[in-house]
T-cell receptor, first 108, second 116 residues
């Protein structure tokens, strides 16, 4: 079973920030949080990952709470091409266990 | 660097048949994971191969089997196909090093299997 909980769907206006939450209350001390997205049933695309500190790359920012029980993926200026299913994953043994994800719809 | 490539992209089989799906890992990667994604669901972990051996398995029956070759490419074999095996099969490669740490997966585009 996935170790994360995400809202099933969210909407965001084009050009605005999209903030996607994820709960992972049972995360262990050495487990990373990963975010992937999947567009039109293509293979999932890696976005970002983090352990304790907040992270930023060219695609997004990842904010992890101090107790590490939740995180937020931030797309700073969402575009229509960011419409996708976003998966928050905590590594479990040797596999990445995907949940159902959040379907983000960016609207004009 | 080349990404993860999978073949075939689409195929149709009938119940009871066997299928082999192939995956070439990204350059520099030594670990391959396979996932099954049914329509409308998230990917489900099937198994992982590292050093040509199975290195973790999800909740899939033994008729799902795999191989990893010395060049790190991999095959997924499914015997006695059932209608519920219809899905997108995703291969992902990654690098496993000596120290534990982040394990970023690079996915292929998938092989879509239809079982009639």
């Amino acid at each position: 079973d996935a170790k994360t909980t995400q809202p099933p769907s969210m909407d965001c206006a084009e050009g605005r920030a999209a903030n996607l939450p994820c709960n992972h209350s049972t995360i262990s001390g050495n487990e990373y949080v990963y975010w992937y997205r999947q567009i039109h049933s293509q293979g999932p695309q890696y976005i970002i990952h983090g352990l304790k500190n907040n992270e930023t790359n060219e695609m997004a920012s990842l904010i992890i709470t101090e107790d590490r029980k939740s995180s937020t993926l931030i797309l700073p200026h969402a575009t229509l091409r960011d419409t996708a299913v976003y998966y928050c994953i905590v590594r479990y043994n040797n596999d990445m266990r995907f949940g159902a994800g959040t379907r983000l719809t960016v609207k004009p | 660097e080349t990404g993860v490539t999978q073949s075939p992209t689409h195929l149709i089989k009938t119940r009871g048949q066997q299928v082999t799906l192939r995956c070439s890992s990204q350059s520099g990667h030594n670990t391959v994971s396979w996932y099954q994604q049914a329509l409308g669901q998230g990917p489900q972990f099937i198994f992982q191969y590292y050093r040509e051996e199975e290195n973790g398995r999800g909740n899939f029956p033994p008729r799902f089997s795999g191989l990893q070759f010395p060049n790190y490419s991999s095959e997924l074999n499914v015997n006695a196909l059932e209608l519920d095996d219809s899905a997108l099969y995703l291969c992902a490669s990654s690098y496993t090093g000596h120290s534990s740490g982040a394990n970023v997966l690079t996915f292929g585009a998938g092989s879509r299997l239809t079982v009639l």
